[in-house]
């Protein structure tokens, strides 16, 4: 089995910067793809952005381009999500998502069966 533990959310400024950590424990060589996913206030979550662990391929969601850069260090089985020029819109709950059947990584949470607990980021004006 696999567990994920996302930290490094917290409070900032609008127009601050965070980095979001999620470490992946548990034996399971099938991971080929993590993905960070967001769950606004009253919004449905949504996909940021994924990585495919063999190559470093990544992606994002339209809306998430160019303030959002994900990247993964293999050697400790880690995936960060850097988010700078924090908006007050950002603020919710992030989680990180890793799949391991399947070829395809999308944007979209029911594909995914391994989930973190989520950590908050709070972004006030």
């Known amino acids: 089995q696999v567990q994920l533990a996302e930290s490094g959310g917290g409070s900032v400024q609008a127009g601050g910067s965070l980095k979001l950590s999620c470490s992946r424990s548990?034996?399971?060589?099938?991971?080929?793809?993590m993905v960070w996913f967001r769950q606004l206030p009253g919004k449905e979550r949504e996909g940021v952005a994924g990585?495919?662990?063999?190559?470093?391929?990544?992606y994002y969601a339209d809306s998430m381009k160019g303030r959002f850069t994900i990247s993964l260090d293999n050697a400790k089985n880690t995936v960060y999500l850097q988010m700078n020029n924090l908006q007050p819109e950002d603020t919710g709950m992030y989680y990180c998502?890793?799949?391991?059947?399947?070829?395809?990584?999308?944007?979209?949470?029911?594909?995914?069966?391994?989930w973190g607990q989520g950590t908050q980021v709070t972004v006030s004006s």
């Open positions: 998502a890793a799949a391991d059947s399947g070829t395809y990584c999308p944007l979209i949470p029911s594909f995914f069966g391994y």
């Open positions: 548990g034996h399971n060589d099938n991971i080929y793809c």
């Open positions: 990585i495919y662990t063999g190559g470093g391929y990544t």
